[in-house]
T-cell receptor
Framework: DGGITQSPKYLFRKEGQNVTLSCEQN?????MYWYRQDPGQGLRLIYY???????QKGDIAEGYSVSREKKESFPLTVTSAQKNPTAFYLC????FGGGVREAFFGQGTRLTVV | AQKITQTQPGMFVQEKEAVTLDCTYD???????LFWYKQPSSGEMIFLIY??????QNATEGRYSLNFQKARKSANLVISASQLGDSAMYFC????????????????FGQGTELSVKP
């Protein structure tokens, strides 16, 4: 079945360490997105990519990095520069220009700094 | 700049009644799309309804309808005949563009409204 997969579901990180969250889609979508959600809050855009080998900063990109080397993959690295990384991270993909009218989301990764 | 505002942090509704969740937006792009998503406590994002800026009629999907008032830049979600399972966070979102085929456009979300349905 087509879909978007995030892994792992839960992730624990020690302070000062970098960690990479995986996002893979087999929907043949060009656009992919990363969001951060804090408890009781909305989704804030970290990075997005509209095409392979290109990506743009969202509203809270500091302390995060991404790559888009393949169409189906958009990994997010939470670096040690991110001062408060504990949050729920959601990845999404879409092809809005191709007549698709929704963004499809993964199940999310809950990151905790210990 | 692109902006989405949801001014109701929490709402209560009696089971079987209708409820309206407010959403206002701001954009200078003539081409944009508006979305509503539901997020239950599990964290998954469930797509509910979509309205394109050039769509002539308000979107409807089952018990969900979108009250699109372009001049006022509002896109309120109306849920008819509320059910206990409707209790969740609801997010309004906006995408500018696309400007070309398969261009995703920036997709941003509001702060959300927590809806509680009372039996």
């Amino acid at each position: 079945d087509g879909g978007i997969t995030q892994s792992p579901k839960y992730l624990f990180r020690k302070e000062g360490q970098n960690v990479t969250l995986s996002c893979e889609q087999n929907l043949n979508h060009d656009a992919m997105y990363w969001y951060r959600q804090d408890p009781g809050q909305g989704l804030r855009l970290i990075y997005y990519s509209q095409i392979v080998n290109d990506f743009q900063k969202g509203d809270i990109a500091e302390g995060y990095s991404v790559s888009r080397e393949k169409k189906e993959s958009f990994p997010l690295t939470v670096t040690s520069a991110q001062k408060n990384p504990t949050a729920f991270y959601l990845c999404a993909s879409s092809n809005f220009g191709g007549g698709v009218r929704e963004a499809f989301f993964g199940q999310g990764t809950r990151l905790t700094v210990v | 700049a692109q902006k989405i505002t949801q001014t109701q942090p929490g709402m209560f509704v009696q089971e079987k009644e209708a409820v309206t969740l407010d959403c206002t937006y701001d954009t200078s792009d003539p081409s944009y799309g508006l979305f509503w998503y539901k997020q239950p406590s599990s964290g998954e994002m469930i797509f509910l309804i979509y309205q394109g800026s050039y769509d002539q009629q308000n979107a409807t999907e089952g018990r969900y309808s979108l009250n699109f008032q372009k001049a006022r830049k509002s896109a309120n979600l109306v849920i008819s005949a509320s059910q206990l399972g409707d209790s969740a966070m609801y997010f309004c979102a906006m995408r500018e563009g696309p400007r070309g085929v398969n261009q995703g456009g920036k997709l941003i979300f509001g702060q959300g409204t927590e809806l509680s349905v009372k039996p």
